[in-house]
Nanobody, 113 residues
Framework: QVQLVESGGGWVQPGGSLRLSCVAS????????MAWYRQAPGKQRELVAR???????NYVDSVTGRFTTSRHNAGYVMYLQMNSLKPEDTAVYYC???????WGQGTQVTVSS
């Protein structure tokens, strides 16, 4: 079983930055892939970024060039560095381990002036 703990959400002005963290624990299995999703009010949940155990990543077009995800500490810690934030980035952000069906509790990111 995997437990995910997220942190780093909050309020920032447009153009600002935030770094989200996700820590995975209590698993007897290695984690091949982790991902970030977000859900804005009235919108479908969407995949934001994905990172594999080898460090390879991919991003949704709307965040490419502004967001960076990475893994550390033997792949059990995942970050989402968010730069040049826009109001349309406002959403609840979730980390997940798809293979285990595990999700974090979600953290609110609000971008407004």
């Amino acid at each position: 079983q995997v437990q995910l703990v997220e942190s780093g959400g909050g309020w920032v002005q447009p153009g600002g930055s935030l770094r989200l963290s996700c820590v995975a624990s209590r698993s007897s299995f290695s984690i091949k892939e982790m991902a970030w999703y977000r859900q804005a009010p009235g919108k479908q949940r969407e995949l934001v970024a994905r990172v594999s155990s080898d460090g390879s990543t991919n991003y949704v077009d709307s965040v490419t060039g502004r967001f960076t995800t990475s893994r550390h500490n033997a792949g059990y810690v995942m970050y989402l560095q968010m730069n040049s934030l826009k109001p349309e980035d406002t959403a609840v952000y979730y980390c997940t381990i798809p293979a285990f069906g595990a999700w974090g509790q979600g953290t609110q990111v609000t971008v407004s002036s």
